[in-house]
């Protein structure tokens, strides 16, 4: 079972960068698919970005391409969201979620409920 802790957030002005952690438990993290979501205040969760197994495969939401990047160490069982250029609206808290589903291959990456393990969430806070 995979337990999941982010870290990394907190307040930055708007242009600035942030690096979000989720540290993960357990011995399967080499075989979950990772992603991150958002959710602001009074909004829906949203989908940020996913990463395959192995981590040679890579997607976001369309307001994050070329802004967030995704990344993972097996060996750390951890993943990264690196946030640069950040923008009053990216104020949200901050999810990394993990799944055995073969979300890639059905591209369901993108959809919350495909998910089964989630962390509690790290705050980033935008100001403009």
């Known amino acids: 079972q995979v337990q999941l802790i982010e870290s990394g957030g907190g307040l930055v002005q708007a242009g600035g960068s942030l690096r979000l952690s989720c540290a993960t438990s357990?011995?399967?993290?080499?075989?979950?698919?990772m992603g991150w979501f958002r959710q602001a205040p009074g909004k829906e969760r949203e989908w940020v970005a996913a990463?395959?197994?192995?981590?040679?495969?890579?997607h976001y939401a369309d307001s994050m391409k070329g802004r967030f990047t995704i990344s993972r160490d097996n060996a750390k069982n951890t993943v990264y969201l690196q946030m640069n250029s950040l923008k009053a609206e990216d104020t949200a808290v901050y999810y990394c979620?993990?799944?055995?589903?073969?979300?890639?291959?059905?591209?369901?990456?993108?959809?919350?409920?495909?998910?089964?393990?989630w962390g509690q969430g790290t705050q980033v806070t935008v100001s403009s």
């Open positions: 357990g011995r399967t993290f080499s075989s979950v698919a």
């Open positions: 979620a993990a799944t055995s589903r073969p979300i890639f291959y059905s591209t369901s990456y993108y959809l919350s409920g495909q998910y089964d393990r």
């Open positions: 990463i395959s197994l192995g981590g040679g495969i890579t």
